[in-house]
């Protein structure tokens, strides 16, 4: 169906910015709500935010004042702009994609995933 890559994970200190980047490619319709999710080591998938291509975005109470969801149309990519940073937002980040308009939160309504970013963040 759809195949997505993240990139853009790395290592950063305690207060700092990453940005993470999924590609799209095969068919993605303007009805496809975009999101990312994140696993923390020995924790399951939460969901982090989430985005419609064809506009508006929600995010988890958690990182709702530090991150922000947007999408660049030309390149068929989905961002992730984290800010301000914390350890406990250390986990490996994960994109995916469904079809609709509805803003799932759980993992099992998501039927198209990358194979994940690590985001490692030091105190």
């Known amino acids: 169906q759809v195949q997505l890559v993240e990139s853009g994970g790395g290592l950063v200190q305690a207060g700092g910015s990453l940005k993470l980047s999924c590609a799209a490619s095969?068919?993605?319709?303007?009805?496809?709500?975009m999101a990312w999710f994140r696993q923390p080591p020995g924790k399951e998938r939460e969901f982090v935010a989430a985005l419609r291509w064809s506009g508006g975005s929600t995010y988890a109470n958690s990182v709702k004042d530090r991150f922000s969801i947007s999408r660049d149309n030309a390149k068929n990519t989905v961002n992730l702009q984290l800010n301000s940073l914390k350890p406990e937002d250390t986990a490996v980040y994960y994109c995916a994609a469904r079809r609709g308009q509805v803003f799932y939160t759980d993992v099992a309504n998501y039927d198209a995933w990358g194979q994940g970013t690590q985001v490692t963040v030091s105190s």
């Open positions: 095969g068919r993605t319709f303007s009805s496809y709500v």
